[in-house]
């Protein structure tokens, strides 16, 4: 049961084979049994859970079940739930409780879907091994002593060992695709404005994407489908008709055109990962698609567009963050300048203080045109890459990140950490979807070794198209379907 | 040595609209602290801005009110600083790309000089909150109901040269304001908030002297004095040997005088940048002539429609079309009585002496332009004569009848101008008062015309005001002077 996918656990929902309530208890003690070590939640709500697990049980006997009734998910600690902690992985927001839902967490409730948590991430959602947060590193299910990737590492994790079948997480530069790749699990960034932002802490509010991750492509068309679409309180937020993503799963997948950015395979790619994404390719040649190089030619200035683009955001969007009104604020301030200082030096950690100073400096009266002109100039052509990629081909495809997961600690220099996004974050800059699925593993046994992710990146709005490749790939791969034993996770 | 003062200002106007402008929070005034701010006010993690379309509505409206470029594409920016009361640590703003470009204000001076004030651009912005700094035992308290309220600020060019200028640049942006009816103009609840700057040079000279910035002057009367103190400061300055600093100032009316805030060494770098949470506001020429279509006649407008269709003097259109409630009551009387300098002289008379002793405003007034046109037709069509007319509009402000007509039946003030009917009265006058018609008679002509007044005041008397006075003086003229 710990490893059945949201559509299997329905089904056993709706066969009577066990009910929402023994299925949220059974995985409630399984976090609180296992997570200690893993680290993947931040706060665990026992109760509610299970308030709505009884709810989720009444309905389904009087009928009135909808498909995501009474299934289990995790919340990355990005989402403002309602009462209940939203800490972004940070010091300043240890203490804060929003009066309110994000738009996302709305919807799902209202799906009957039951939240057992927040999960753990990376600080205000900045890195890219979940070592950033103020509540310690998540450990890799696969291997303890890797990294889970990040932000969203918590959520990967926690999918990935079995304490739940599904999770919320944020993209602003990987941040959904990279730990789902660590993690050997599905993860989906959606277009940009296909789903609200409405109640999602800000990083880089140009580049943030809230979007599913889980054990399948068709959970994640489940999932989309329920938080997808308008929301008159984000103006960013798309009016555009949410189709049925599942109806699109099994299209027949024959004269598929594939492009593999040649920039994407190129210097510092691992020859496992490569490998692994090569095979895949194999696969969908088996099943019918043409493969072709393409090119992306200005794929190298994505790092550096982007981490001037987002730490100027952060630096604006981390301004409330000043001790006045909520949040942390330091003891006994002397004066208004004290109370800032202290406030923000002691509730910030240090990777989120570098992409403040990063992003105030890149705005300042001087530099402005030098760097977030510039930035912003790039984006277009970056964007443009990918529109002109498009004309040729449907899809591209290639690795999520340029390694499989790294070691705990391994990465000390924040520019090797930042080049762990290389392959996600031109993405977040075009404002297209991209999804990474489970494709082999690194390492001799594959139980043993670190999860491969390979991506596939789409048109604006296509993730209904995303999916049906995704799936297509799953029905013929059981790479999505390993998970690492208990042995392994205790 | 002469010098020339340079003003520029920048006018704060709190749009009217009934929510915030990216937050659904109410903008009353008056409300207890912190009540009408939500957590999109607050600045909560995780909410976003969603712009009120109503805002962006009466920005166009003003912009074409001053034949403003209303470009079709204009953008909101962050402006970044920290203060207790701006709770996102940034004012979302315009910057380089305004909603109003380059734009004209007609202002009026003294003896009907008129005067063209250029405007620079006029942007949207949000308002703070205020920082309470008394009773709170040495810390601030802060009231976020304030943060949110949509600005509309309103720069000028540096076109004004002296403090009288200026109040009459404010006082006509005030008119088309409230004439637009995006803001209710009330200076003393801060829905209009000048910055002056103010420089000063020799007279004569081309390049401009180095200006200060006076912040947040919340009247009329202060915009003049803290000019005219600043001015004097800075000819000090200058003629003392010393060089005027770039900064800002505070102008104090308790003490009358301008104190340095902050130099231009201590100024904030906002860092803008285009806000990613709004996007950009896009309006096609559909949009834009459908504001046209809801504009309202414009003061400059209609003072000049006064003064050339009505034949009312500079003056009287000036104070008649100061306001738009002013200017739609005696629109109001003038339909109803056809006479636009009968009109002009009971609306600034007698109606606004009993308004101004009662302190009342004229879209309060107890009498209707409706009555007032109906008492002055009355008058022109001699039905009662001046005196009786003030009768009525006294019993008409009391609301002691529905109309003249019926107050002038009741009180039987219909004037008599039946001459048979006037002899009588006069003969019994005249039988009446022996002494006084053979004094009349004895005395030399050109004496005679004071001395009828008497006789006059008697007749008026017997008639209770009804008489009609010109024919009561022809008549008793006649008749003293027959015999």
Redesign the interface.
Known sequence: MHHMTLTELARGLEAGDFSSRELTTSLLDRIERLDGDINSFVTVTRDQALTAADAADQARAKGESRPLTGLPLAIKDI??TQGIR?S?GSKM?DN?Q???N?TVVEKLQAAGMISLGKTNMDEFAMGSSNENSFYGPVKNPWDRTAVPGGSSGGSAAAIAAGLAPAALGTDTGGSIRQPAAFCGITGLKPTYGRVS??????F???LDQGGPMARSAEDCAHLLGAIAGHD?????SVARVVPDYLAELDAPLDGLKIGLPKEYFGDGLDAEVESAIREAIRVYESLGAKVCEVSLPHTHLAVPAYYVIAP??A??N???Y?G???GHRCENPVD?EDL?KRSRAEGFGDEVKRRILIG?HT???GF?DAY?RKAQQVRRLIRQDFLDAFEEVDVLMGPAAPTPAFDLGAKKDPVSMYLQDIYTIAINLAGIPGISVPAGFAGKRPTEGRPIGLQILGQHFAEGQLLNVAHKFQQATDWHRRHPTDQETT | MQWETVIGLEVHVQLATQSKIFSGASTAFGAEPNTQAC?ID??????????NEGAVAMAVQFGLAIDAEIPETSLFE?K?Y?Y?DL????QTSQMAQPIVGRGEVEIVLDDDVRKRVRIHHAHLEEDAGKSLHEDFHGMSG?DLNRAGTPLLEIVSEPDMRSAKEAVAYIRALHAIVTYLGISDGNMAEGSMRCDVNVSVRPKGQETLGTRAEIKNVNSFRFVERAIEFEVERQIEVIEDGGKVVQETRLYDPDQDETRSMRTKEEAN?Y???PC????PVMLDSAYIEHQRSTLPELPTEKRNRFETRLGLSAYDAGVLSSTRPMAEYFEAVLVVCGDAKQAANWVQGELSAHLNRENIDISNSPVTPEQLGGLISRVLDDTINGKAAKQVFAALWNNEGQSADEIIDTRGLKQVTDTGAIEAMIDQVIANSPVQVAQYRDAAPEKRGKMIGYFVGQVMKASRGTANPQQVNGLLKQKLDEA
């Open positions: 989402f403002c939203t972004c927001l804060f929003a009066p309110y994000a932002r409405y109640g999602m802490v800000a880089a509010s140009s008159l309180r984000d103006s960013t100027a955001e630096s604006s981390l301004s409330r000043d006045v009104r909520f208004l800032y105030t705005l300042s009266e402005f977030y | 957590a607050l600045g909560l993690p995780g909410v976003l801005p969603v712009l962050r970044n920290f207790p709770p996102k640590g940034y802060i770098d860092r803008y940048f990613p949470d709004l996007l």
